[in-house]
Every structure is written in C-alpha cells, then in structure tokens.
C-alpha cells in the first residue's frame, strides 16, 4: 500500500480528490490518498501547495518526495526542513493555457489592436501593422513554457529570439544566453516576452539599466513572476514612453494592491494571474506518473535543482 499525503489549501482537496484517483487508478497502483497528514512518518509522497498546513517536512522521514502542484518554487526551494527530492508541476494545461494567453496578448500589441476598440472616436486611422516575419519577439526564460511559447510564435512567423540561464538550441528560435547575450536580445525586443523563474539571480532581471537598453516603444508581457520587474523602474520608462505598453499577469504582491499604479495607468494592463493555471485533471496526471515512476524504479521528472532554484 503506497500512501500518498495531501498538503494545500482546503479547496484544492475538493478540486483534486476525484481527477486525482482517477489518475491513480489508471496507474494499476494500490494506494491510500489522504489530506489527513497526522501519522507523517508513514507518507510515501507529499503532494503539495503552498498555503497548506505543512510546512516542516521533518516528519515525513519515510517520503520519497514532495510533488509540488505549481510550476513556481520560490515558496518552498528555501525551506530547510526540506530534505527530499521535489518536484514541479510541468502539465500540458499548463503549456496550453500559457501559450494561449502568450499568442493572444503578444497578437494584440503586433496587431495594434486597442487602437481600434478603444479609439472609437470618428477618426479614420488606416495605418496598417507589419507582418509577423518584420516583428521582432524576445522570449526571456526558454524552459517548458517560454519554449512553447517561442514555438507557437515561431509558427507564426515572427522572428523569435530567446535568452535563457544555460545555452538551449530550438528550431526556428535564435538563443542567447550568459549577459552578452541577455543585452543582443533586449537590443531587438519590440514584444518582450517574460516567462523566467523567479531567483536570485532573476529577481529585478528589468530595472533601469536593462529597460534603457529596449528599443524606444518596446512592449513587456510578463506571465512569469511578478519580482521579475522592478516596478519603479518599469513605470519610470512607460511614462518616459520608452515602453509603449506593459500587460502584467504577475506582480511582486498578489493581489495586486487597489491603491498601486498600476491598475490606472493608461499604459499597463493588469490581468489577475490567470494567464496559465494549474488544472487539476492534467496535473493529477503527470502526480500519478511520477509516482509510478518513482515505485518503478524510474527516475522522478521535473526534478528542482535547488542550486539552480527552480
């Protein structure tokens, strides 16, 4: 008998209990899953969210590991009762859904499109947007999502480029990396396009110095974390009209605060964190995988590397 603990907020529980057997049971495995935690010492896997009601993993000694129900680990790679392998949720929702909003957004700006729903004025402006093939797209962060994302972009024909930590080679993408290269993509930006980690090393990854180097009326799309932007430096550049546009999915406090800046600046568009969320029949599956993995003697995917910080 595996036994399996739930951690997380008491409305995941809801949500999660029936995609989650049912994923189980399409493994073949006999299991006991339970939000009841209280024997810790006799869990075989954690799976976990942040805001439950574990947060000293001390107890599970007998778990193999905690199989995170987010995709961000900012919010548990640092805690140092956490001794066992954890994992992050990389699902196909979550590609979907994130290269769905990414397109549409990133759409929206090539395609001029607020001009015309917004403008609604009796003035006739007639001039035309480039094709994709002369928009220049830069994709920072080019792992499970940002790839997806450079792709589909790719796919329709824009010119893509993408930064990310380590050298990557991806059809159709030209790919940076190290500070060199990170200054070579923000030079061509016109559509920046922010899907990192968030780190040490990511954390103010656009501030002053990095925004200065954008073309004049660059766009910023950030789905990838708030404190990926400094954002005194970020409306420093927009009401310099540096940056055309800032559409903002993420921010540094959720929910972002009714008094900040943000939410009336003519410049910025604010959507509440929705660009790509976890669902709960695709996650369920990739869980149960792992854990059949993990019974089989197979090595856990999406394994965090806790030096890296993602």
Not at 23 to 29: M, R, S, V
Not at 168 to 188: M, N, P, Q, R
Not at 280 to 295: F, K, L, P, Y
């Amino acid at each position: 008998m595996i036994i399996i603990g739930f951690s997380a907020p008491d409305a995941y529980w809801d949500e999660y209990q029936k995609p989650l057997r049912q994923a189980l049971d399409n493994t073949g495995l006999i299991y006991d899953l339970s939000p009841d935690y209280a024997e810790a010492a006799k869990i075989d896997y954690l799976v976990y969210a942040p805001g439950g009601p574990v947060e000293d993993f001390t107890p599970f000694t007998r778990a193999k590991a905690v199989l995170g129900l987010w995709a961000g680990v900012e919010n548990i790679i640092d805690n140092p009762t956490l001794q066992i392998p954890l994992t992050r949720m990389v699902d196909r929702g979550l590609n979907e859904g994130m290269r769905e909003w990414v397109l549409g957004h990133a759409l929206r700006h090539h395609l001029g499109i607020d001009r015309h729903i917004i403008k609604q004025d009796g003035i006739w402006r007639d001039t035309a947007p480039p094709l994709a093939r002369d928009r220049a797209v830069t994709v920072l962060g080019l792992g499970t999502l940002g790839r997806t994302c450079a792709k589909a972009l790719s796919s329709l024909n824009f010119k893509v480029s993408g930064w990310s930590r380590n050298q990557k080679t991806i059809k159709g993408i030209t790919c940076y990396s190290g500070e060199d290269g990170l200054h070579t993509v923000l030079a061509e930006a016109e559509i920046l396009i922010l899907l990192l980690p968030l780190t040490r090393e990511t954390r103010h990854v656009i501030n002053a110095n990095t925004l200065a180097k954008l073309p004049k009326g660059a766009v910023i799309i950030n789905a990838g974390r708030g404190e990926l932007i400094d954002d005194e430096a970020l409306l420093k550049a927009l009401e310099a009209a540096h940056v055309s546009h800032a559409t903002l999915d993420v921010f540094a406090v959720e929910p972002l605060p009714p008094a900040h800046p943000f939410w009336a600046h003519k410049r910025v568009t604010v959507t509440p964190h929705i660009a790509s969320q976890t669902r709960s029949d695709t996650a369920s599956a990739m869980i149960a995988e792992n854990i059949r993995r993990c019974e089989n003697g197979e090595p856990l995917l999406h394994v965090v590397d806790r030096d890296a910080g993602y």
